[in-house]
């Protein structure tokens, strides 16, 4: 059974960062493309960022330039550095495989605020 655990999550100041990690069981996540995506109340879960299995990244435009992600391969992790973290950065933050949709974990909250 495959599934998600992400972490590193927090309360956070505008213009600051974090790093979040995602770790996974039951599947081995070098095969394929992932992301990080993320939903706030009343919204879509809507993808920010993706890193395909050959390493290519894509972002959403409001966070390139901002948030990095990555992947190593040998811990089953995919990590999303995030930088100058706004307000609008709120949100329950998600990883999965965009190709494959497996179950989704219980996500961490990151709150941007003063």
């Known amino acids: 059974q495959v599934q998600f655990v992400e972490s590193g999550g927090g309360l956070v100041q505008p213009g600051g960062s974090l790093r979040l990690s995602c770790v996974a069981s039951?599947?081995?996540?070098?095969?394929?493309?992932m992301g990080w995506y993320r939903q706030t109340p009343g919204k879509q879960r809507e993808l920010v960022a993706r890193?395909?299995?050959?390493?290519?990244?894509e972002y959403e435009d409001s966070v390139k330039g901002r948030f990095t992600i990555s992947r190593v391969n040998s811990r089953n992790t995919v990590y999303l550095q995030m930088n100058s973290l706004k307000p609008e950065d709120t949100a329950v933050y998600y990883c999965?495989?965009?190709?494959?949709?497996?179950?989704w974990g219980q996500g961490t909250q990151v709150t941007v605020s003063s």
């Open positions: 999965n495989a965009p190709t494959r949709a497996f179950k």
């Open positions: 039951g599947v081995i996540l070098g095969i394929y493309d």
């Open positions: 890193i395909r299995a050959g390493g290519s990244t």
